[in-house]
């Protein structure tokens, strides 16, 4: 048997949501997520990412992040030697620990409040940067300034949290800039779960990078007319001759380490106090935990594309032999078509009806999503 006849047999093992949607012969992503590619065995990206990453030599990864860090410490002087951006999640108080812990850095922690933070969340973040005692800012744009555009990111981009994705990466590079901190870390490879990378492709954090993969719509696309330019301010990248000026470079910890979220987050439990909640439209206690919102983000993507989060976690953890692909399908079955509570809160900070909502994004289905019923 030909590896290709093995993959497609294998493929038959659970039944997925949509039979007029093409799926990944190994995991669960539809071709409905956006960028995802296929090779010629029908195997998505992220697949072959995970492959990838166990023939990587993780010690000689790891030797380069030491050089890395020691390189932008002794740059840094009496100044910190990173940013480490900070929500209280799993991955950023791992990214932390190890900097600290680890490695002896001295990191400033930068937050950007989405302004929807979670009981758990809030305690999370506090409890991390207490223990490990590291300096830290925040911002939190105003309610009703989120209420807004959280309204208009709907339209822009199809889902509830274009002022999220904009403001966690533009306001660390703004504290970058003002600080002079060229060296900032983030956790984990977009690689690991997305179809945006492989361990072998270098990423370049130029302006354009954070405008195209992080935010997906300008500040343009957001205006109107109860929302002004001036009132953007905390979503604006700097300018590339600042990032250039100051010769920013960016790392994901997960490029040089092995990243393993469950075992990681189990350490974090028992060595921190770290605490999981339950999280709207997924069985994954762990992930956006810090989030009051992330079950409307992933229903929109649900009503959208065919998929939410449970299909993103029950994918990754099909990679990782936490699961068969049949028990991940019966998962996403049971999850991501769960209409959140949240949505309630949603619909009446922004004034829409459940109708417009769902009318909204059921036009911007594209591709094979457009069959949808």
């Not at 030491?66 to 950023?92: F, Q």
């Amino acid at each position: 048997m030909t590896k290709k006849e093995a993959l497609q047999r294998s493929s038959d093992w659970g039944k997925p949501p949509h039979e007029n949607v093409r799926y990944c012969v190994r995991c669960c992503m539809p071709e409905t997520s956006e960028g995802t590619v296929y090779d010629e065995l029908g195997v998505c990206r992220a697949c072959q990412s995970s492959e990838q990453k166990m023939h990587i030599d993780w010690a000689a990864r790891e030797r380069l992040l030491h050089e890395t860090l020691e390189h932008y410490r002794a740059k840094a002087g009496d100044n910190y030697d990173c940013i480490v951006p900070i929500s209280g999640g799993k991955d950023s108080a791992f990214q932390l620990h190890v900097l600290v812990k680890k490695y002896g850095m001295k990191p400033l922690a930068v937050t950007f409040s989405h302004n929807w933070y979670s009981p758990t969340g809030k305690r999370n973040l506090w409890n991390i940067l207490d223990k490990l005692s590291v300096d830290h800012l925040m911002f939190t744009p105003a309610r009703g300034l989120v209420n807004k555009v959280a309204r208009q990111s709907l339209h822009a981009i199809g889902d509830s949290c274009w002022h999220c994705h904009a403001g966690v990466n533009a306001f660390p590079l703004q504290v970058a800039v003002m600080y002079g901190i060229p060296l900032m870390v983030w956790g984990e490879s977009s690689a690991e779960a997305g179809n945006k990378n492989s361990y072998s492709d270098e990423v370049k954090f130029d302006r354009s990078y954070f405008d195209r993969v992080s935010t997906k719509a300008r500040i343009d696309d957001l205006l109107c007319d109860n929302i002004e330019r001036r009132d953007m301010y905390p979503f604006r990248v700097p300018l590339q001759e600042q990032l250039d000026a100051m010769g920013f470079h960016g790392i994901f910890l997960g490029e040089y380490i092995f990243w393993d979220g469950e075992r990681q987050t189990e350490f974090l439990k028992e060595e921190y106090g770290w605490e999981e909640d339950n999280v709207e439209g997924t069985y994954k206690r762990y992930k956006s935990v810090e989030c009051r919102m992330p079950g409307v983000h992933d229903y929109a993507k649900y009503l959208k594309r065919g998929f939410g989060r449970a299909t993103d976690h029950a994918s990754q953890d099909v990679r990782a032999g936490l699961l068969t692909r049949e028990e991940a399908f019966e998962l996403i079955k049971e999850y991501d078509p769960k209409r959140p509570d949240m949505l309630d809160y949603y619909l009446e900070i922004t004034g829409f009806s459940e109708d417009e909502f769902e009318e909204i994004l059921k036009s911007q289905r594209k591709g094979p999503a457009a069959s949808f019923k």
